[in-house]
C-alpha cells in the first residue's frame, strides 16, 4: 500500500528563521511526487513536481528536494506570507493518476 | 481563467438527505477527481473519471456516485447523508499527456451532516 507521512504535523517559526519539512513515502513505483500549499478555506495550490531522486526545484523562498524515500521542503528565511499547509502527495507509475497524500505540515511564521 | 469551479462552498445536510456536490472545469482537462478532506488529515480518493462517459472507484465510494456526461462537468452525489460524510469535498483536474501534468483543485465544498 503507498503511504506518504509528512512532519512534524505542525511547525512554528519566526520570520528569517530557516527551516525544513519532510515527507517520507513508500510506494510500489514513484511517477511523480508533488508539494502543494493550501491555505485555509482554500484548495490546494500546486508548487511543484519531481520526478527522480537528486532532482531539485526553486520558487522563491522554496526549495524541495527529492530522494528514493523522501522529500524536503527547504524554506529560507520566511515570511509571515508563507503561513500555510504544505502538502506532500506521491502518484504511482500504475494504474489511475490519483495522487496519495499526507496529512501536511501547518507552518506559521510569526513577524 | 475560472479554472475549477465548485458549488455550493458550504451546505448543511440532514441525516438521510440527498444531494449533488457540482464541479465544472473550463480547461480542457480529460482527467477530473474528487477527493475528501477530514480534519488533519489527508485528502482521500472518492472517485475519478479519465473521459467523458467513464468514471471509476476510488479509495473510499461507498455512499457516492458520480457521472460525467461532459468534459467540464463531473458531479458527485450523496444518497442516504450520514454523519460520516461530514467533510470538506475537493474537485480536482488535470491533462494526461507524456509529461507529468500537476492536478489544479477547487476551493472546495464544506458539508456537515446532522
Known amino acids: 500500500e503507498d503511504q506518504v507521512t509528512q512532519s512534524p504535523e505542525a511547525l512554528r517559526l519566526q520570520e528569517g528563521e530557516s527551516s525544513s519539512l519532510n515527507c517520507s513515502y513508500t510506494?510500489?513505483?514513484?511517477?511523480?511526487l508533488f508539494w502543494y500549499r493550501q491555505d485555509p478555506g482554500k484548495g490546494p495550490e500546486f508548487l511543484f513536481t519531481?520526478?527522480?531522486a537528486g532532482e531539485e526545484k526553486e520558487k522563491e523562498r522554496l526549495k524541495a528536494t527529492l530522494t528514493k524515500k523522501e522529500s524536503f521542503l527547504h524554506i529560507t528565511a520566511p515570511k509571515p506570507e508563507d503561513s500555510a499547509t504544505y502538502l506532500c502527495?506521491?502518484?504511482?507509475?500504475?494504474?489511475?493518476?490519483?495522487?496519495?497524500f499526507g496529512s501536511g505540515t501547518r507552518l506559521q511564521v510569526q513577524p | 481563467n475560472a479554472g475549477v469551479t465548485q458549488t455550493p462552498k458550504f451546505r448543511i445536510l440532514k441525516i438521510g438527505q440527498s444531494m449533488t456536490l457540482q464541479c465544472t472545469q473550463d480547461?480542457?482537462?480529460?482527467?477530473m477527481y474528487w477527493y475528501r478532506q477530514d480534519p488533519g488529515m489527508g485528502l482521500k480518493l472518492i472517485y475519478y473519471s479519465v473521459g467523458a462517459g467513464i468514471t471509476d472507484k476510488g479509495e473510499v465510494p461507498n455512499g457516492y456516485n458520480v457521472s460525467r456526461s461532459t468534459t467540464e462537468d463531473f458531479p458527485l452525489r450523496l444518497e442516504l447523508a450520514a454523519p460520516s460524510q461530514t467533510s470538506v469535498y475537493f474537485c480536482a483536474s488535470s491533462y494526461l499527456d507524456r509529461t507529468n501534468q500537476p492536478q489544479h483543485f477547487g476551493d472546495g465544498t464544506r458539508l456537515s451532516i446532522l
Open positions: 502527495a506521491v502518484q504511482v507509475l500504475t494504474g489511475r493518476r490519483a495522487l496519495t
Open positions: 510506494v510500489s513505483g514513484l511517477r511523480g
Open positions: 519531481l520526478y527522480s
Open positions: 480547461m480542457n482537462h480529460n482527467y
